[in-house]
């Protein structure tokens, strides 16, 4: 096996296993959600998110396969920034506890949370999203589908962050 596939391989696996534990605890914390009397607002665009984020990743790896390796110093420079990354999104995970999930659910009349990163940024999850993609886009070696996984999923979180904002309260 080439050393361009193998490191592309790894790193969809440890990624999509990442994000398997991830699912699992939105899964958990929707339905405590919803038993809390939680609401989801129409209008978001979760199912295409649903294939978008997994995709991304798959189609990075694939050009990685075909293209890499990356440099030494970029493959550990998108290992240290998929690392910051996703610490990132743990503490804004961390930080939303039994509130965070893969959906918008709100629970109506609860407070926003203002703790950890949501101190500074309204929405620190999608930053921590953006620094995986290019983490992984520079890990692999995938820089055409990198930018292009980047630029559509970006767009659809800017769609998400209207439908957050408006069931949050913050638009009207």
């Known amino acids: 096996m080439s050393p361009a596939l193998s490191i592309a391989l790894i790193t ?11 699912l699992i605890l939105s899964a958990f ?9 939680a609401v989801e607002p129409g209008g978001d665009v979760i199912a295409a998110m649903r ?37 990132f999104k743990m503490w804004a995970i961390a930080s939303l506890g039994p509130r965070w999930s893969y959906r918008v659910l709100v629970i109506p009349g609860e407070p926003l949370v203002q703790s950890g990163p949501y101190r500074f940024l309204s929405h620190p999850n999608y930053l921590a999203v953006v620094g995986e993609m290019a983490g992984v886009a520079a890990t692999v070696w995938a820089p055409i589908t990198g930018t292009l996984a980047i630029m559509l999923f970006g767009w659809l979180m800017t769609l998400r962050i209207r439908v957050e904002d408006r069931a949050l309260g913050r638009l009207r």
């Open 29 to 37: 914390n929707e339905v405590r959600l919803r038993a809390r009397g």
């Open 12 to 22: 969809l696996l440890a990624v999509l296993l990442m994000m398997g534990g991830e």
């Open 51 to 87: 294939w978008a984020y997994p995709g991304s990743f798959v189609a990075m790896a694939i050009e990685g396969a075909l293209s890499g390796p990356a440099p030494p110093t970029i493959l550990v420079g998108g290992l240290v920034l998929f690392g910051i990354a996703k610490a």
